[in-house]
């Protein structure tokens, strides 16, 4: 058996697959394809689809495909989109790898388009310059957050005890921890979450302090008293049943669904302002947003408006020019701004900022003013974190693990978080 | 070919015509097979350019540093060297992936066997059984599975509310340190489905004249396991070790989704693919992630061609 294709019907199926591809690219002349990726859950891709349609009906000719992923997708599938020279136009990117990828050459610098393409006049300036490194303007922010504690009102009312204001302390936070795990009211329900592997919630601490997590050049800024008292005062909440056990805190995979306040076995957990909204719909219960508490009544100066996530533009896109045109759309549009709402942050530019105050819900009510509300408690922005950041933060949480499970001490869990963290600084 | 048979043998070289005789021939066995290569063709163009192409370019990062944006470089053994001198989480994720494999690999082969030896006694609607005790095989490497054994092992979960009828508070198994390696160990056992099937079609070769035999000579159900069903069996369960243990050290799945990609608490759950794709995707060392691939290719490698050198010691074949 053989398969013969004549030489003639070769030619002519040939000529057939060319021409119609022809017709492709002849129609792809005719409109600018803009390829956009972000991270998040569906709620956010509906409004950003929506935001893309309304940008298309005002730009004939522009056609936007988006895509999205969860959060732990996503970096991979950015990276390996960049590495393959088929980085998306738009990317979403986060105050952690912007750094890493803007020196990698990765993204294209915007404030050439500034201010006639792209318009960020009633930015709040310290934000603008959270998207610049190295004095270009790879990001715009596409909204504020800070971290947050999460409170269930509903539990802390049932077991009598009062919620935590402005001025509370941690020391006095670990008591009403401890009163509610005592009070008992829900099975299987503590106080506080165990904070003492996160990230957002050692940097707070350390920035009361008068420290950090890194310098603007990218090497440790704290050192082993700091860390050490850090995972001495959780251990203190831990034996005194203030927070949550060592292998309950395991549970969480550093996502909403799996937080312990979501979980029902804690009263007070840690997250961002934005998410507020997502936890809210999680719980049956009345939930609240407060500050992280002070290390003493006059100790300040711990959280930050951070930009929870920017819009970048690729170096490789074809069309640039067009990409930043939608971002500004998507950052100064008001019929963009009500559809987005303050579900990625709240809106940076003052005018949109506006527009949404006046059409937020109760919910959206509540993130606005925890963000606007801080007062002394917020400081500067941090510099953005070195590369190895990431494995700084998995560090921090698995000595927090190995002193929560009582296989390393407080003070040598210290000792080693400063030892690792310098490692891992130094390999880049 | 027939031209150059025409040809005076004196006319040209020696190589030249034997390399004629040569091209001819292969030209002969090209019409012939050229249809086979044909329909071989999707699986080639799959298996050079998916399979050996980058396996091959994955061997050339394994000696550079490449952080998937900028273009390698070069840095010869350095990553080989790191791995083997100065990285403490190499050391504890192999220890991890070797109680896995050590553990899960003996269990579920010895489950699936008495699975497959209660299921050949001529039941009636054997394909159903089968097809049910087959079905966790098919569910197993799934993300849906993976969180249903978070529900099963958590502190309010189903094994801790059956524990406290009787009065034990267990932890959190799946978020414990100590056992959250057992728990993963558990969930690879549940899928014992195709190893089953395989060891349920070995038992059907057996012929049956032989435990007649025996049972005339007086040989307990016991003994009739022990001299004709194990060792006849033997090739199957050497087929059977040989797949489970090599798929044992690839898993990935189910530590990835339990530990939310971190492999705790304490690295308890660090699978060595694991590690390998944290450095790859989360601290985009894709040279050092590769050196690590080749060394699981190599480890892989080794307890394989261990098992075929053994295996004639015990491995009994009919012929």
Redesign the interface.
């Known amino acids: 058996m053989s398969l013969r294709v004549s030489r003639r019907n070769f030619v002519a199926g040939g000529a057939t697959l060319l021409s119609l591809s022809a017709l492709g690219t002849s129609a792809l002349a005719q409109e600018t394809r803009l390829r956009l990726l972000w991270w998040g859950s569906q709620p956010r891709a509906d409004r950003t689809n929506k935001v893309s349609q309304l940008y298309q009906t005002k730009n004939a000719g522009t056609s936007i495909t988006g895509e999205f992923l969860g959060w732990g997708d996503y970096w991979p599938r950015l990276a390996t989109q960049v590495a393959g020279r088929n980085a998306p136009d738009i990317i979403q990117m986060d105050y952690r790898y912007i750094v890493q990828y803007a020196r990698r050459g990765a993204l294209a610098p915007l404030e050439s388009y500034m201010p006639a393409k792209l318009n960020l006049d009633d930015f709040d300036k310290a934000q603008v310059e959270g998207g610049s490194v190295d004095g270009h303007l790879y990001g715009v922010s596409l909204g504020a957050n800070s971290a947050a504690t999460v409170l269930n009102t509903t539990a802390f009312k049932e077991a009598g005890v009062d919620l935590p204001t402005q001025a509370t302390t941690w020391e006095e936070f670990g008591r009403m921890g401890a009163e509610i795990t005592k009070a008992g009211k829900r099975k299987g329900m503590f106080g506080i979450a165990d904070g003492s592997g996160g990230e957002p919630l050692f940097e707070n601490w350390l920035r009361q302090r008068g420290k950090g997590l890194y310098t603007a050049d990218g090497k440790i800024a704290f050192d082993v008293d700091d860390a050490s008292e850090w995972y001495d005062m959780w251990a203190k909440f831990r034996e005194a049943g203030a927070c949550v056990p060592a292998d309950v805190q395991a549970l969480d995979k550093n996502d909403i669904e799996t937080n312990t306040v979501s979980l029902g076995k804690s009263a007070a957990g840690f997250a961002h302002s934005n998410q507020f909204v997502a936890y809210q719909a999680m719980s049956k219960d009345k939930l609240a947003l407060t500050n992280y508490m002070r290390i003493k009544a006059d100790s300040k100066g711990g959280h930050y408006r951070k930009p929870s996530m920017f819009f970048s533009v690729s170096a490789q896109s074809k069309s640039v020019e067009q990409a930043v045109d939608y971002v500004n759309f998507f950052v100064k549009n008001p019929e963009a701004a009500v559809l987005l709402d303050v579900e990625r942050g709240i809106p940076e530019s003052a005018a949109m900022r506006e527009v949404v105050a006046a059409k937020l819900d109760e919910n959206g009510k509540v993130a606005l003013a925890y963000v606007s509300g801080l007062g002394d408690l917020a400081g500067k922005l941090p510099p953005p974190p070195p590369a190895g950041a990431g494995e700084g933060e998995l560090m921090l949480r698995n000595i927090a693990e190995q002193v929560g499970f009582g296989q390393l001490s407080p003070a040598d869990g210290g000792k080693q978080l400063v030892t690792e963290i310098t490692q891992i600084l130094a390999r880049g | 070919m027939s031209n150059a048979m025409r040809t005076p043998a004196g006319a040209i070289s020696v190589e030249s015509y034997q390399g004629a005789v040569a091209e001819g021939r292969f030209r002969r066995l090209w019409n012939a097979n ?2 086979g290569y ?1 329909f071989l063709l999707p699986w080639l163009i799959g298996f050079f350019g998916l399979t050996l192409g980058p396996a091959l370019i994955s061997l050339y990062l394994s000696f550079t540093d490449f ?4 273009s390698p470089r070069w840095v010869g053994a350095a990553n080989y060297v790191r791995i083997a001198t100065a990285d403490p989480k190499f050391s504890a994720a192999m220890h991890v992936t070797l109680t896995y494999v050590v553990l899960s690999v003996p269990f579920k082969l010895t489950f699936a066997l008495l699975v497959a030896m209660a299921l050949n006694r001529g039941l009636r609607g054997l394909p159903i059984y089968r097809a049910i005790f087959y079905l966790p095989s098919l569910l197993g490497g799934s993300v849906a599975i993976a969180v249903l054994w ?1 529900q099963l092992f ?3 979960g189903l094994i801790n509310a059956a524990l406290a009828q009787i009065g034990i508070e267990g ?2 198994w ?4 100590n056992y959250s390696i057992y728990t993963l160990v558990a969930l690879s056992v549940w899928q014992f489905g195709s190893p089953m099937i395989i060891f349920l079609a070995g038992l059907r070769q057996i012929p049956q004249d032989m435990y007649e035999a025996a049972s005339l000579d007086g040989a307990s159900k016991f003994r009739q396991f022990y001299k004709i069903t194990l060792p006849l069996l033997t090739p199957v369960i050497f087929f059977n070790a040989v797949v489970q243990t090599i798929d044992a050290f690839k898993a990935f799945t189910p530590a990835f989704i339990i ?4 492999g ?4 308890s759950t660090l699978f060595y693919t694991l590690y390998l794709y944290q450095e ?5 060392r ?1 040279g050092y992630a590769s050196a690590l691939a080749w060394i699981l290719v190599v480890i892989i490698a080794i307890f394989t061609a261990f098992s075929f050198l053994t295996s004639r010691y015990w491995v009994h074949y009919d012929d």
């Open positions: 050229a249809p044909l952080d998937m944006i900028q978070r958590a502190s309010d932890p959190s799946i978020s414990h340190p530990s939310g990609g971190t705790g608490p304490i690295n790859a995707f989360g601290n985009f894709m």
